[in-house]
């Protein structure tokens, strides 16, 4: 019987080591805190100097939207209403900071050995075991 890959590797060493990889990864990633710093007074870039807000790139998009009611053909009011909002997404991207949360050290060991010993099984499943 063909094991996990075609090989005589076990199949039950390809779940076990699938299973515990996903269940480190949960708990990696349910340990990891999102937060941000996007707000109106908030530096995202400075150009020559000057230092671009959060709040500033709105400014633009209000000029452009504005443009787009009075003639929807505009270019220049696309161009101000797309590059606003394109700002304003690599903004919020852009200032996005991830941390872990306070964590004991058994917590830690334990997802880094089922992320590392789920990752061994998993690829050990691919071995030929005949002999």
Do not use: C, D
């Not at 708990?27 to 959060?54: D, E, H, K, M, R």
């Not at 852009?94 to 050995?113: C, N, Q, V």
């Amino acid at each position: 019987m063909q094991g996990a890959g075609g090989s005589n590797g076990g199949v039950g060493r390809f779940f076990m080591g699938l299973g515990m990889f996903i269940i480190g990864a949960y708990l990696l990633l349910s340990a990891i805190q999102v937060t941000n710093n996007f707000y109106f007074g908030y530096g995202l870039f400075s150009v020559g100097g000057f230092q671009v807000t959060s709040g500033i790139i709105f400014i633009p998009f209000m000029i452009g939207v504005g443009m787009l009611f009075f003639n929807s053909s505009n270019v220049i009011g696309w161009l101000l209403a797309i590059g606003s909002v394109l700002l304003m997404i690599v903004g919020v991207i852009s200032s996005t900071h991830l941390t872990l949360r306070p964590m004991s050290a058994l917590e830690l060991l334990l997802i880094i050995g089922l992320l590392a010993g789920g990752i061994g099984l998993f690829f050990s499943s691919f071995r030929n075991y005949s002999k």
